[in-house]
């Protein structure tokens, strides 16, 4: 499965300079000038990566050319999610730190709900990638971009939208810190779990289809 991997990294390397340069250019735009849209922008980007990784496997007939090779479907999924954790993690681990850096501890929740966010554009999207190929898929993953980009936008503007429910929750949050840090574990716990149950539906649906 390595070699599946390390195939993924070169594919990236020679068909993605653009979305990775638009990616360094918003990140560098935030450690500078945090902004939640920045946030949101970067997050997508990196979870529609291993869907694109996908389209041109599929695209190049590479699907069916890897399953003549020693490997199982189950190694065919799995490197694609494991292609995914090795782009979403180093990504959260910069973002945190930033804004950590800007906003201390005072918004910790935010961290939490980063780090779900992160892992939401490949979980919701691959299974159906790998069920009805990258066409219909691609249908999905837009849908789950659109209701995300408006969730996260209530949420991470509760406050500019003079929404009662949301400010009092977010300043209720903030005072207390406990809840914070709680809230925080609940989240990254979440979203590792989505995207554990997201990995095991796509090799049992990928088992299932015929390439």
Known sequence: MKGLIIKDFYLFASTSKSMLLLVAVFAI????YPNDFFIIYIVICIGSIVQSL?????KSGWDKYALTLPYSRTH?????????????????????LVTLFHYGSSKMYMLGILMLLSFIPSAFTLPFFFKLGAEKGRITYIIVVLLMAVIAGMVFYADGFNSD???????????????????????CFAGVLIYAVSWLLSIRFYKQREV
């Open 29 to 32: 735009i935030f450690a500078f």
């Open 54 to 58: 996908y389209s041109y496997d599929e």
């Open 76 to 96: 065919l999924v799995s490197s694609k999610y494991i292609f995914g954790l090795l782009m979403i993690v180093p990504v959260d681990v910069i973002l945190v």
């Open 165 to 187: 429910f949301g400010g009092k929750a977010e300043e209720f949050i903030m005072s207390n810190n406990d809840i914070a840090v709680r809230f925080t574990i609940i989240s």
